[in-house]
């Protein structure tokens, strides 16, 4: 079975077998059917007619584990074969690869699009004469995807497109590919930018550091900035990295439901870190050496100001100043956001900057975060005033079901990274209330929280478990009975109800505590009864229903989002942002939100907002809401619609999770 006959499309760039494209290799993926169950292979009539894709039928049988091992044997053995006999041919081909992927960086080069073809069509379209004119049947016609010319075109396919639109439209210097990236290391969080170059060189491609502050295409670059040269043998991968994917509208038919793709259609790592980098069209030299290290460390952050101190401004805008921010108040050291823009020297930081009373303890651990994490860190000798928040420990509950769910095992390990302490909780502790007694937030990764809209499962259903893609359609792992599994995993099992679980959450919040839901998750607001309404609907025949996929459709893609980064959630985000989307919520609030409490934090503007992959109808999206903050009692109940935690990928939206979970325990108070 080949490509054909699978369910999806095979477009993405995330596993062993694609990677390896990126890097002028052979990537082969093999699935064979099988489990240790033996299965009844059903005969099935057009399957049983050999085609190019299925060249083998298999006849009905049982079909046994051991038959699925033996192909994969086979399969293995053959590809060992082939490249042993043609060793020589292959690695030539792997030299030619990479050669020429330095030599198309030397010269103006382009990559062809879908948009780019939309754009020759357009074109074509628009040089087209009038209808019955002189030469139309090669213009309009073909722009319209209508068969054009007779046997005697070139190759006897028909006479196509105006030739020159070749050189105009799909050669546009506008559109030529980059010949190399900056990225400066002024921007604000350049650690978080060397972090992407040290993903770029765990893959094999070389960095450059500049020595000392250098001019580029007319703009002037401080010393430490990074520089990436295209030219070199994995410039697929760099591009990969670093441009939008543009995927195309995929269907079988018009009309037709979209194909789907194996996995994410837009994953610019460059975008979802939020790191700034500079495209370079001409040839750049300067004062460059590479990066010999394994790894890049961020340049070492400074302590500026008066040696004798108040204390200390921190910018918001790092990542890293969450892992600061821990390590402080491990060390029990006061920790405070502003709420106002302040200046510091002759920078101006903005909402929710640190700020950190002097203190011995304070002063080691900053000078040691200013060295190991790059953070600068501004002394000052008159403590601030005004309204503030102090920060406290925070008491996270991760939830999470029995079995595991991958998206809460990333969450965990995005805690770890920044050294969030985090209890890990499951549903009979949820059931047993009392929740405020040990957290101050509880976090549900997108996919962990069910629908419970929908009719309720038997008690012998599966339980849902694992990433859900395109937020209700879980998998399933049946829940074992708890004297089959070890005593200490019993406490795991259960599930979210609305009999017993949501009292205690709503418990919970009314009095003072923080729900932070991502994704699918977002759910939590149907039961809730907050302000809020699901956004991607139309009235159909006097009802109000989801839009189907036939109309918008948005897998695994970087959408554009605006941001109020004047409210704590969103301290530190940058006023427009990507965010991952996958088939994600997206809210409206009901007419009277704001008295209720509601405040949006993040949303969709008009226009064109994918940034990278696909998004299909995505005017639904325009206007909509993406992260909002909804006070419930005394608590409050955070729904963020993008997936910000991605499999640890985009940095870019990490503080929407960070600030909310330190937000959960956070006290207001003003400083005098």
């Known amino acids: 079975m080949r490509r054909s006959t699978a369910p999806y499309s095979t477009w993405y760039n995330g596993g062993l077998r694609t990677v390896t494209y990126f890097h002028n290799m052979t990537g082969i993926l093999t699935e064979i059917i099988g489990s240790p169950t033996p299965l009844p292979i059903p005969l099935i009539a057009a399957r049983q007619l050999p085609t190019g894709d299925e060249p083998f ?6 079909w046994h584990y051991a038959q699925s091992i033996a192909y994969e044997q086979t399969n ?3 590809m060992l074969d082939y490249a042993s006999r043609n060793r020589t041919t292959l690695l030539y081909d792997v030299y030619v690869m990479g050669k020429r992927s330095i030599e198309n960086a030397k010269k103006d080069s382009w990559t062809i699009t879908p948009k780019r073809i939309d754009a ?24 319209a995807g209508a068969p054009t010319g007779g046997p005697g075109g070139p190759g006897g396919r028909g006479a196509g497109l105006p030739a020159g639109l070749y050189d105009k439209v799909l050669h546009d210097p506008a559109h030529r590919d980059p010949r190399g990236y900056v990225l400066p290391s002024d921007q604000p969080d350049f650690p978080t930018a060397v972090k992407f170059a040290n993903a770029l060189m765990k893959s094999g491609v070389t960095i450059e550091r500049a020595t000392a502050a250098f001019d580029a295409d007319g703009k002037h670059y401080p010393a430490g900035s990074l520089f990436i040269d295209c030219a070199q043998a994995y410039r697929p991968q760099i591009l990969d990295m670093m441009e939008p994917q543009d995927h195309p509208n ?19 790592l460059s975008y979802q870190m939020g790191v700034k980098a500079d495209r370079m069209f001409t040839a750049v030299t300067g004062p460059f050496e590479p990066i010999k290290t394994d790894l890049a460390a961020p340049p070492a952050g400074t302590i500026s100001g008066p040696a004798k101190t108040a204390g200390y401004l921190v910018s918001h805008e ?8 821990n390590r402080l108040l491990k060390a029990s050291v006061p920790v405070y956001w502003l709420k106002q823009p302040i200046k510091a020297g002759s920078a101006e930081l903005a909402a929710g900057a640190l700020w950190i009373p002097y203190s011995k303890a304070a002063h080691d651990l900053i000078e040691t975060a200013a060295k190991d994490l790059g953070i600068n860190a501004f002394a000052v000798a008159t403590a601030p005033v005004g309204d503030a928040l102090q920060l406290h420990t925070p008491r996270i509950g991760l939830f999470d079901t029995y079995g595991g769910s991958m998206p809460a095992g990333w969450t965990r390990w995005l805690f770890e990274q920044f050294e969030f302490p985090y209890t890990l909780v499951y549903p009979q502790q949820l059931d047993a ?53 070890p005593e200490e995993f019993r406490s795991h099992l259960g599930r979210v109800t609305a009999e017993k679980t949501l009292p205690q959450i709503k418990a919970f919040v009314e009095a003072g505590g923080t729900v932070l839901t991502i994704g699918s998750s977002s759910r939590i607001y149907r039961s809730m009864a907050l302000p809020v309404q699901d956004a991607i609907t139309e009235v159909v025949k006097g009802k109000e229903q989801a839009v189907p996929p036939e109309r918008f459709y948005i897998p695994g893609s970087l ?13 530190g985000v940058p006023s427009s942002v990507d965010v991952f989307f996958d088939n994600s919520p997206a809210f409206k609030a009901d007419p009277d939100a704001a008295i209720h409490g509601l405040q949006t934090v993040a949303w969709y503007g008009q226009g ?48 929407f999770l960070f600030n909310g979970v330190l937000y959960g325990g956070a006290t207001p108070t003003t400083l005098k």
């Open 57 to 62: 039928p298999v006849a009905p049988q049982l």
């Open 120 to 143: 020759l069509e357009e074109a074509a379209a628009a040089a087209a004469p009038p209808a019955g004119g002189r030469g139309a049947r090669g213009g309009a016609a073909a722009a």
């Open 250 to 268: 995929d269907f079988a038919y018009p009309g037709a439901p979209p194909t789907r793709p194996y996995d994410t259609t837009g994953w610019t």
């Open 559 to 571: 959408i554009k989002a605006q941001v109020d980064n004047t409210q704590p959630l969103a301290y």
């Open 318 to 325: 790092y990542n890293d100043a969450y892992t600061l921010t």
């Open 433 to 485: 209330g009392n929740l405020n007694a040990s957290f101050d937030s509880l976090v549900f990764a997108d996919g962990t929280f069910p629908n419970l809209a929908a009719p309720a499962p038997s008690p012998d259903a599966p339980v849902p478990v694992g990433p859900q893609l395109g937020g209700d359609a879980p998998r399933f792992q049946a829940q074992p009975a708890p004297d089959t599994i």
């Open 608 to 655: 064109n907002l994918l940034d990278s992959g696909w998004a299909w109808g995505q005017t639904y999206l325009n206007d909509s809401i993406a992260i909002a903050q909804a006070n419930v009692g005394k608590g409050k109940v955070l729904l963020l619609g993008p997936e910000v935690a991605f499999r640890g990928q985009p940095h870019g939206t990490f503080k």
């Open 76 to 78: 293995n053995r053959a």
